[in-house]
């Protein structure tokens, strides 16, 4: 199988079966996404959705974030990972977003990564999510599954797997397949014992074409 028909393959089998897929962080706007992917890292979704009511519900907007101490915010993520980065990060942001850019979250990566706690992975994430744009995040679960199936090839990095994936995927299907690729690494693809038995994307993939090789 080609490149081009490995990728083909994939991407048809996900606009089938997962047409609708999105992310599992539960936001209304695209302020309440930006607290919770910066929350996300290191930590699960499901933890950040937890969370994440109680810091909207006291927190409403930018602004109020802005205003702010550390021993207000603290108490309402310390079960998360890294806490004390995390609302560090939160607090700076916020005041970022209202001094520099109007109260309004930034719509482009360069501006984005300038924020406390915003790297490229968030910026991708929010630009892609919020506005469509042809940005691939590549978290552990794109960077794991995109090299298993072979969609990436010796990729070291996320960057790596981010410039290949963008390569190959057409522009108006990027913000989707990140999703794809995350939800087939959470549930079926996932990091230990991948299950291949469950997979429709067998036919395509050269993990498992090498599991049957070796057996
Ligand atoms: S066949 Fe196995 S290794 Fe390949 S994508 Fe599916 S679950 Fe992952």
């Not at 409403?60 to 309402?76: G, I, R, W």
């Not at 506005?131 to 090299?147: E, I, K, L």
């Not at 410039?163 to 690729?181: S, Y």
Request: glycine share 4%; hydrophobic share 40%.
């Amino acid at each position: 199988m080609t490149q081009k028909e490995r990728y083909a393959f994939i991407l048809k089998y996900f606009e089938e079966h997962a047409p609708n897929a999105e992310t599992e962080l539960i936001y209304d706007n695209p302020y309440q996404l930006l607290v919770a992917v910066i929350l996300s890292a290191q930590c699960t979704d499901k933890r950040v959705n937890m969370t994440t009511p109680a810091i909207f519900a006291q927190y409403p907007d930018v602004y109020a974030l802005s205003k702010a101490t550390f021993d207000d915010l603290f108490p309402l993520i310390r079960s998360i990972s890294y806490p004390n980065n995390k609302t560090r990060h939160l607090i700076g942001m916020a005041e970022m977003v209202v001094a520099d850019f109007n109260g309004e979250i930034p719509a482009t990566v360069p501006e984005l990564i300038k924020l406390p706690g915003v790297g490229r992975k968030t910026a991708n994430v929010i630009t892609s999510v919020v506005h469509q744009q042809p940005n691939m995040a590549v978290d552990t679960h794109v960077f794991r599954v995109s090299a298993r199936i072979g969609l990436t090839v010796n990729a070291t990095t996320p960057l790596q797997t981010e410039l290949q994936l963008l390569k190959h995927i057409p522009k108006d299907k990027v913000h989707i397949a990140h999703h794809w690729l995350i939800l087939h690494g959470r549930y079926i693809c996932v990091a230990r014992s991948p299950k291949c038995g469950e997979c429709g994307l067998r036919p395509a993939c050269k993990y498992y074409a090498k599991l049957v090789k070796a057996s």
